[in-house]
């Protein structure tokens, strides 16, 4: 029996938000930082720390290891929080703006999955902290999220799995993504101009030199 494959948590909110930029990432180790990203790596610097602190009714576990052996994932949850009360709540933190329904919601939802696994409980409820606006934004854990949470991880292990780039989607998500030069979504996008450009690039020297 072959193990599966291992989806990274961080991969669902790549692939959610375009599934080619995961596909550079998993397949390529493609990678490229813009200002956001790397306010991002700052803000994930500070929460990354492993370690653990306790406050009134509250224990906060920092960069806590997590897996789920079912649905073949892992990651690091930035912060767990481990209430009195048997709650357990965790807490994504992102640099920019918090857009609910999006992509950080699918990996604040795989990190729960995990965490229920862990702690054999449930959970109905994680946060996004967004570094825009300095504060926490509550994330339902619903049936309509876990889902996604599967179908999603289901794409990616197709990913990782294949050797084809999934296609660019060429809108308006190019224009904020970091690895918009290594996509090149426009030129992709229109197959025949991209043939063109290969067949232009790459004639036999006798015939480029048949130009000069």
Not at 55 to 74: I, Q
């Amino acid at each position: 029996m072959t193990e599966e494959i291992q989806v990274p948590l961080s991969a669902l909110e790549h692939y959610d938000y375009c599934p080619r930029q995961a596909g550079l990432i998993l397949l390529e180790s493609s990678y490229a930082d813009d200002a956001s990203t790397v306010r991002g790596n700052l803000l994930h610097q500070r929460v990354h720390e492993p370690g653990e602190e306790t406050r009134p009714g509250v224990r906060v576990l920092r960069a806590l290891p997590v897996w789920h052996d079912e649905l073949g994932l892992n990651g690091v949850c930035d912060a767990v929080e481990l209430h009195d009360d048997g709650n357990v709540v965790p807490i994504e933190y992102k640099a920019g703006s918090y857009v609910k329904g999006g992509p950080a919601d699918v990996q604040l939802a795989a990190q729960a999955i995990c965490l229920e696994a862990r702690f054999a409980t449930r959970i109905a409820q994680g946060y996004i902290y967004s570094g825009a606006d300095r504060r926490r934004h509550a994330v339902p854990v619903d049936d309509i999220l876990r889902r996604r949470v599967v179908a999603i991880s289901e794409e990616v292990r197709a990913v990782l799995t294949g050797t084809v780039l999934p296609g660019p989607v060429a809108d308006a998500r190019c224009r904020r993504c970091s690895m918009n030069e290594l996509c090149m979504p426009k030129l992709l996008a229109n197959q025949k101009r991209y043939a063109n450009e290969l067949a232009r690039r790459f004639r036999p020297a006798a015939e480029s030199s048949g130009d000069d």
